[in-house]
């Protein structure tokens, strides 16, 4: 975890085109219940400028009061924590998914997602 914490705050770590397009691929699991575009809440929040917001603060969704107390500030290495396992990182988060095991899968969607998320 500590490598993949190191590479995550390396500015050698840079998404390719390859990366950006398995991200976006991986981005499928997660389509189903969130939407990239600002405002537009789905089941699960819109990502719409995730990266340095507040967990539980995005506009008109109704949040777990466990995401909403968390105080976690989601960047790329909250996000690496949190996708590997919702339910472990945030105990009682409404997130019923089971999470990306592979950590590079994890890498390529957060870089996916830090692009399209703007």
Sequence with gaps: MAVAGAMLASPAWAASADELAAGKASFAKCKAC???????????????????????????FNYSASNRSSGIVWK????????????KFVPGTKMVFPGIKSEKERHALIEYLEEATK
Aim: proline share 8%.
């Design 76 to 87: 790329e290495d909250t996000l690496f924590q949190y996708l590997e396992n919702p339910q």
């Design 34 to 60: 969130h939407s990239l575009e600002e405002g537009k809440n789905e089941i699960g929040p819109s990502l719409h400028g995730l990266f340095g917001r507040k967990a539980g603060t995005a506009p008109k």
